[in-house]
């Protein structure tokens, strides 16, 4: 979710819908944040990011305006998503 739209789109094939792809990536991920945790693998600030992440990812998908491509590549609330995952990523270095 750190990457910009269209390096997101760039890593799935053609035939994918890269906005799923990317969120079902993200939500596969998520999903394994507890063991993460438990593993003292992330830090509190990188979790709260994530929990960020996961909170807006799920508000902008209850909003049907930002279900399109279109907004996935230009909607601020998308962007802030990419925001908080690069600091994430960042957190994890």
Not at 2 to 18: G, L, N, R, T, V
Not at 35 to 63: F, G, H, Q, T
Request: charged share 30%; hydrophobic share 45%; glycine share 0%.
């Amino acid at each position: 979710m750190s990457k910009p739209y269209k390096e997101q789109i760039a890593i799935f094939p053609d035939y994918a819908d890269a906005f799923d792809e990317a969120i079902s990536d993200f939500d596969n991920a998520f999903r394994l944040l507890p063991s993460l945790m438990e593993a003292r693998v992330v830090s509190y600030e990188a979790v709260i990011d994530i929990l960020k992440c996961n909170n807006l990812i799920e508000l902008n998908l209850s909003i049907e305006e930002r279900q399109t491509d279109e907004s996935f590549e230009n909607d601020d609330a998308w962007n802030l998503v990419r925001e908080y995952a690069t600091r994430v990523l960042n957190l994890l270095q």
